[in-house]
């Protein structure tokens, strides 16, 4: 259970084009779901927590247009890199809790991640 | 904020030997909950291990137990008859009550043969 499905797991587009990656979770519900972003050989760095159906919060630094995020339901978050730069490519990795759950000390669930690289 | 600090970049062991890896963090919170990852070449963030800052018990998880000294805020993990599988990059993350998670910067763990 508490699958993370994330997809495309990886992408290339040209500079100047827009990406938009998809993180659902498939046999549970999440209120919130946080996006992540891990440069080589580096920590995952929070872009920003995702909650449904409400605008999501970004962390300091984060540019909230570029990086857009919608939180429609319960199941699913996107993602969209806009006006993608080589500078952009990263590996992007999105995580949800389950609502469900005990809640505050659950683990996040996290997806496979998604390697983008712009060209 | 909260911050997490993992000192060690790489470590290395011997199969069936065992290791310790360190972690520091620090907070003003009371109610906190701290994990060890594991990230394999694919990728994946698999949890290994978590503690609740209330329980003064260590957790323990078949081959993986830490050693969470709240005072001193550390929160080791270590790993008995390390396996190579066990081969992959360790974060240690910290998370407050129904909050988001922050990792530290993560060790390189090798399991020499």
């Known amino acids: 259970g508490a699958v993370v499905s994330q997809h495309p797991s990886w992408v290339i587009c040209k500079s100047g084009t827009s990406v938009k990656i998809e993180c659902r979770s498939l046999?549970?519900?999440?209120?919130?779901m946080f996006w992540y972003r891990q440069f080589p050989k580096q920590s995952l760095m929070l872009m920003a927590t995702?909650?449904?159906?409400?605008?999501?919060?970004?962390e300091q630094g984060v540019e909230k247009d570029k990086f857009l995020i919608n939180h429609a339901s319960l199941t699913l978050s996107t993602l969209t890199v806009t006006s993608a730069h080589p500078e952009d490519s990263s590996f992007y990795i999105c995580?949800?809790?389950?609502?469900?759950?005990?809640?505050?000390?659950?683990?996040?669930?996290f997806g496979n991640g998604t390697r983008l690289t712009v060209t | 904020a909260q911050t997490v600090t993992q000192s060690q970049p790489e470590m290395s062991v011997q199969e069936a030997e065992t290791v310790t890896l360190s972690c520091t963090y620090d907070?003003?919170?009371?109610?906190?909950?701290l994990f060890w990852y594991k990230q394999p070449p694919s990728r994946q963030m698999i949890l290994v291990i978590r503690?609740?800052?209330?329980?003064?018990q260590n957790a323990t998880e078949n081959r993986f137990s830490v050693n969470f000294q709240k005072a001193a805020k550390s929160f080791s993990l270590k790993i008995s008859d390390s396996q190579l599988g066990d081969t992959a990059m360790y974060f240690c993350?910290?998370?407050?009550?129904?909050?988001?998670?922050?990792f530290g910067a993560g060790t390189r763990l090798t399991v020499k043969p």
């Open positions: 907070t003003s919170e009371n109610n906190y909950y």
């Open positions: 995580s949800a809790r389950d609502r469900d759950t005990s809640s505050y000390n659950s683990p996040l669930h």
């Open positions: 503690q609740e800052a209330y329980k003064q």
């Open positions: 046999d549970f519900q999440a209120t919130t």
């Open positions: 993350a910290f998370m407050k009550h129904g909050n988001d998670m922050r």
């Open positions: 995702s909650n449904e159906g409400s605008k999501a919060t970004y």
